[in-house]
């Protein structure tokens, strides 16, 4: 069984920074990729950054410069550093995995609000 457990969501002013942990219950192999998600209300959900199993990253063109992923393999977490927060990156934030198998997992959410 695999859970994802996330923290560090919160509330913070513009220009703020927040971090976001998500740390794997239960199996930690067959990882194709990781990364993190958010959806705003009344939007699709979007990603935000990407781990793929290789080392590559990416990120949206939105977050880019801002944001920052990382993995701590020891730990089995994965990290979402935010600075320069804008108002636009309010959205409930998403912790994602996918597995070579074509399973996914997902997080609960964590609220971020961003206020201007």
């Known amino acids: 069984q695999v859970q994802l457990e996330e923290s560090g969501g919160g509330s913070v002013q513009a220009g703020g920074s927040l971090r976001l942990h998500c740390t794997v219950v239960?199996?930690?192999?067959?990882?194709?990729?990781m990364g993190w998600y958010r959806q705003a209300p009344g939007k699709q959900r979007e990603l935000v950054a990407s781990?793929?199993?290789?080392?590559?990253?990416n990120y949206a063109d939105s977050v880019l410069g801002r944001f920052t992923i990382s993995r701590d393999n020891a730990k089995n977490t994965i990290n979402l550093q935010m600075n320069s927060l804008k108002p636009e990156d309010t959205a409930v934030y998403y912790c994602?995995?996918?597995?070579?198998?074509?399973?996914?997992?997902w997080g609960q959410g964590t609220q971020v609000t961003v206020s201007s």
């Open positions: 239960g199996r930690i192999f067959s990882i194709a990729a």
């Open positions: 994602f995995r996918s597995d070579f198998g074509g399973d996914d997992y």
């Open positions: 781990i793929i199993s290789g080392g590559t990253i």
